[in-house]
């Protein structure tokens, strides 16, 4: 396969993955009123999108696909916040499974701790965009949204690496 092929189906896996990651976010939300943002189940297909294109195409699907979701859902001002947390997210889950072979243990670590970190950062952006109470009361929505989205990856996961389907163990042939 040619370096020319090898980046198209690179960039083409990437683009699905930040449209899966914008559907799964911009379609099932729950709204917040106290911060004009919303829970969402797209946190699931960022880590299965690490999982399955590795950390940098992982990040960016991760990024742009929530990026999007919140440009379209009327929330502009949630962009680059949720740009940097997805995207960070999704690299931290990426640096700790290092592949796709990597273990439950590994990919439920990198989840929780990636998950931590987008938890972290949509808290400081809001203790500086609104104040320092709505940071905190938004935290226990935002640890839920990241705990549905763990629960959702490992049934997906495990759903797509059973022996008849098998998606996850097979190459991308990439």
Not at 57 to 62: D, F
Not at 126 to 132: L, S
């Amino acid at each position: 396969m040619s370096q020319n092929t090898s980046k198209t189906r690179e960039l083409t896996y990437t683009a699905l993955a930040a449209a899966l990651v914008f559907v799964t976010t911009y379609l099932i939300r729950i709204p917040n009123p106290a911060t004009g943002g919303y829970e969402h189940l797209g946190d699931c297909m960022i880590f299965l999108s690490v999982l399955l294109l590795g950390r940098k195409n992982g990040a960016i699907a991760g990024g742009i696909g929530g990026a999007l979701s919140d440009l379209l859902a009327g929330a502009p001002h949630y962009i680059i916040p949720t740009f940097i947390c997805k995207y960070g997210m999704a690299w931290i889950m990426g640096t700790i499974i290092k592949d796709r072979e990597s273990s439950a243990k590994a990919q439920l670590s990198g989840s929780v701790l990636g998950g931590l970190f987008q938890v972290a950062g949509y808290t400081l952006f809001k203790v500086f965009w609104y104040d320092p109470k709505i940071a905190v009361v938004s935290i226990p929505g935002n640890l839920i949204q990241t705990a549905f989205g763990i629960a959702g990856f490992f049934l997906v996961a495990r759903a797509l690496s059973a022996k008849r389907v098998g998606i996850i163990r097979r190459e991308l042939n990439h």
